[in-house]
């Protein structure tokens, strides 16, 4: 109970001061940082424990060469409580998906007129894709649990690898689009690129890479098996699946109109958009009692289980804002700086820092960050939504391989493979993947 109190008053300040311009407001809410840092650094998992123990020391360390007022210290905690704003909120619009049954009508998709392997394996794609945006996380135990029902008959390493081919591209996929994608969000606000900018390009890649993936999945047409297949009527499924599409339409349309008016972050508007959306979604499909019985418990629930999100990005907040008041900055943009006359390069750079990155532990939120502080000074020489682009699609690889990524070590877990063993098989297509961002990139730039 301790941890939904402190997160929702840390929340709850957050919120305030993006209205209320009150410096009270702030320290207030960078006290209440530092004490959820504290209470929920026992409770963390061990590598989000080592990783902001090092970036606490160093900006420690930092903060005392420099001479910086401690007093400022409860300030520089505030710069990623907007993360932890947006896990907050979003348990409401995954329970608007469940209680409205739209994951149940969409999963029927693998259940009915599969033929062999690779439609399944087709459909499995298409199936992340089109619940991922809404279920996030809680997509892959979905998608993992139908799929292993059809591939019994199957080696085992062959159906984990199928399964975790298919899904975690699938899902990446439609994550690249989503305004609820947080490294969406963060590149949105860290290039200043539009989102309305953005979204046709992202909605062609991540289109045009379903495709490649569907195709793919035509190697395994001629592997035998037995589908257990059922006889589903699909009109209540289509339905499903348009009514959540305008459900979707109306979300994206609010957060622009909203963040066409108020003067505060991309990330920030969504965050503010998500529990009015939910609810009025619930009472549109007349669902509102299930709504408030099950996303009430939901919310609870993932509120009191934050503690990895606030030990790690409070912590990685902290250390960009020490560094942003010290000299050191200056020495961590030099490199990308030197390559600001080889966009390539500078893009390539990006891709491999953050699938590198992902290998030995780092959060690909963490590496956007610090990519974003160290792209600042290029953002002019650099078109902004070619930088964005980049920054999308190079985080959202490590979705199918880093082996720290949740969805890769869920998957590895649900599949009893080794995350690593997961990663490495989709590593292909996911340098593919973020090379296809590379590309479009440097089409923008040289425009």
């Known amino acids: 109970m301790i941890y939904f109190i402190l997160y929702t008053a840390l929340v709850a300040s957050y919120g305030l001061s993006l209205f209320v311009e009150a410096e009270w407001l702030h320290y207030l809410t960078g006290g209440i940082a530092i004490a959820a ?47 932890i704003m947006v896990f907050y909120v979003l348990p409401f619009i995954n329970s608007v998906i469940v209680v409205g049954r739209y994951d149940q009508k969409v999963n029927k998709l693998l259940k009915t007129n599969i033929t062999h392997l690779g439609q399944l ?42 399964i975790s081919s298919a899904m975690l591209r699938g899902y990446a996929l439609c994550l690249v689009w989503s305004p609820m994608e947080l490294l969406v969000a963060i590149s949105v606000d860290i290039t200043g690129a539009g989102y309305l900018e953005l979204l046709p390009l992202l909605l062609f890649f991540a289109l045009s890479f379903l495709l490649i993936t ?58 503010l958009v998500i529990i009015p959306f939910s609810f009025g979604w619930a009472l549109v499909i007349g669902r509102i009692r299930s709504f408030l019985i099950y996303g009430i418990r939901n ?28 000299a050191w900055m200056e020495y961590l943009q030099y490199p990308f700086m030197y390559l600001e006359g080889v966009p390539i390069l500078l893009f390539l750079a990006l891709q491999v820092m953050f699938l590198g990155l992902a290998m030995i532990g780092f959060h690909p939120i963490v590496t956007i960050t610090l990519a974003g502080e160290m792209l600042q000074p290029l953002l002019g020489p650099i078109s902004p939504a070619g930088a964005a682009i980049v920054l999308i699609t190079s985080g959202l690889s490590t979705v199918m391989a880093g082996p720290f990524n949740i969805s890769v070590s869920l998957t590895g877990m649900l599949l009893h493979q080794n995350p690593y063993r997961v990663s490495l098989w989709n590593l292909p297509f996911a340098f593919m993947f973020s090379s296809g961002g590379t590309i479009i990139a440097l089409v923008l730039q040289y425009m």
Not at 37 to 47: D, I, Q, T
Not at 48 to 75: M, N
Not at 124 to 153: D, E, K, M, W
Request: with cysteine.
């Open 37 to 83: 840092v504290a209470v929920s650094f026992p409770k963390a998992n061990r590598l989000y424990q080592g990783t902001a123990a090092v970036f606490l020391c160093i900006a420690a360390g930092v903060a005392w060469t420099e001479k910086l007022p401690v007093s400022d210290y409860p300030l520089y905690m505030t710069s990623m409580v907007m993360l």
């Open 121 to 162: 394996y087709r459909r499995a794609a298409g199936v992340s894709f089109l619940i991922g945006t809404f279920l996030n996380i809680s997509t892959l135990p979905l998608v993992v649990s139908v799929l292993r029902r059809n591939l019994q008959g199957q080696a085992a390493r062959l159906s984990a690898r199928f």
């Open 214 to 271: 569907m195709i793919t999945g035509h190697k395994y047409r001629h592997t035998e098996t037995t589908i257990h297949a059922e006889d589903v009527n699909m009109g209540p499924v289509y339905k499903k699946i348009a009514g959540l599409s305008f459900f979707l339409l109306l979300f994206i349309s609010a957060i622009i109109g909203l963040h066409d008016l108020l003067p505060i972050s991309f990330l920030e508007t969504v965050a």
């Open 299 to 326: 919310w609870k629930a993932r509120t009191g289980s934050l503690q990895n999100y606030i030990v790690l990005f409070l912590s990685v907040g902290f250390f960009i804002r020490v560094l942003e008041e010290s």
